[in-house]
């Protein structure tokens, strides 16, 4: 073997031996550190599909038992007597419309039972359920079904048609499971969602997505609007149910789709929903600050034309007598700030103004003649006579 060949081992062997040496040094200074740690680097990898499937098992048998059915039943009559049909005697048509219309024959004015089907959610061992305002409208009579199948008589405890919101309240004769509610806010766009209901009448249907977006508005099923969009499928009967994140938490109140689209479902957030819910429960209904102003959208056009460079609200008129009133708001101003909150778009103001205790003193950045002042308002309570919004104005309003 000649001597460059020898050579060039001898090096390789010395490269290799350093390397060793700085391996061996290393795993001694860094001991979490060992040797076998880049093979199982794929291990987790390979156990991620098993996982996410044990973690969506686990939510859905936590929280299936607070999901609940929630029947309504409500009754009508026909506004005209029936004209004496031929029969009329016999025991047969009197037992058939008896049974399928609540009369005893069809010369009387039949009674009309028009069953409708939606979710709901436990909140409370006392009983306490959390739906839809729409589920229940107009309900003469609720049916409480749970999980086990046990039914229960439901009568409303509050409601609050606003953010479409209705609290309900069962006798239990056994320890119920309470749905464990988290945070909206926390919510990031893309995160997953589970959605539990019962779409077309099929009990305890779990299905699950991701969070499509959050803050959506004009949705057009509520007055207060800041829905969370899911892909999580959401269908007719799934109203009132929870959407849930993977620790299990209720973070919506599934509520509305997009009957001309697929995967496009709505939810109130959990975190609106507490506030409507604890005044619900303490006092029946719901308080909501108000201003007595009318706001009108600031579109582009405007917003240049008036020297707004960010968001705003578009005062376009106030109510006399009303706390806007004795603040001085004037027609033409634009409110870019609410208690030092920047102000997006009316919509965003009207939510912060709701939410508002009754009698504080907030702070108003208007931006007037494009200037810059700043108003101050006392909050009131929002009268029975008016409507419960600072909302666009609208003819005639």
């Given at each position: ?55 969506f ?71 306490l359920?959390?739906?839809?305002f ?59 969602a ?38 999580a ?29 697929q ?100 702070t ?18 929002v009268?029975?006579?008016?409507p ?10």
């Amino acid at each position: 073997m000649n001597r460059p060949l020898l050579t060039g081992l001898a090096a390789g062997l010395a490269v290799v031996a350093a390397a060793a040496g700085g391996y061996l040094v290393r795993a001694a200074v860094s001991p979490s550190l060992k040797p076998d740690a880049s093979t199982r680097a794929s291990a987790p990898a390979a156990s991620l599909p098993e996982t996410l499937q044990a973690a969506f098992v686990g939510v859905a048998q936590q929280v299936r038992p607070a999901v609940v059915n929630v029947g309504t039943i409500q009754r009508s009559r026909s506004r005209r007597p029936s004209a004496p049909q031929p029969g009329a005697d016999d025991p047969f048509f009197q037992d058939f419309f008896k049974q399928f219309f609540g009369s005893d024959a069809p010369g009387q004015r039949p009674e009309f039972r028009q069953p409708s089907l939606g979710s709901g959610v436990i909140i409370d061992k006392r009983g306490l359920v959390l739906t839809n305002f729409h589920v229940i409208r107009g309900a003469d009579e609720i049916t409480v079904r749970l999980s086990d199948k046990r039914e229960y008589r439901g009568r409303v405890l509050g409601v609050d048609p606003k953010t479409d919101l209705a609290v309900l309240r069962f006798e239990p004769d056994h320890e119920l499971r309470v749905a464990a509610l988290g945070d909206s806010d926390a919510l990031r766009v893309g995160e997953w969602a589970i959605a539990i209901g019962n779409p077309f009448g099929l009990d305890q249907t779990v299905t699950v997505g991701v969070i499509s977006a959050t803050g959506r508005s004009d949705v057009g099923v509520a007055t207060y609007e800041n829905f969370i969009q899911t892909d999580a499928s959401i269908n007719p009967g799934n109203s009132g149910g929870p959407l849930i994140n993977l620790k299990g938490q209720v973070v919506g109140i599934n509520t509305a789709i997009v009957a001309a689209g697929q995967g496009i479902g709505f939810a109130i957030p959990i975190n609106m929903v507490k506030r409507v819910v604890e005044q619900l429960v303490e006092k029946g209904k719901v308080v909501r600050g108000w201003l007595g102003v009318a706001l009108q959208p600031l579109s582009p056009e405007l917003a240049q034309t008036l020297g707004v460079t960010g968001g705003g609200a578009l005062v376009a008129s106030t109510i006399p007598g009303s706390p806007a009133a004795a603040a001085g708001l004037q027609q033409g101003d634009v409110i870019v700030a609410y208690d030092k909150a920047p102000i997006e778009d009316y919509r965003q103001l009207q939510r912060l103004v709701a939410d508002t205790p009754v009698g504080k003193t907030v702070t108003l950045q208007v931006l007037r003649k494009k200037q810059k002042i700043d108003v101050t308002a006392k909050v009131a309570e929002v009268p029975d006579d008016r409507p419960r919004r600072e909302g666009p104005a609208k003819p005639g309003g």
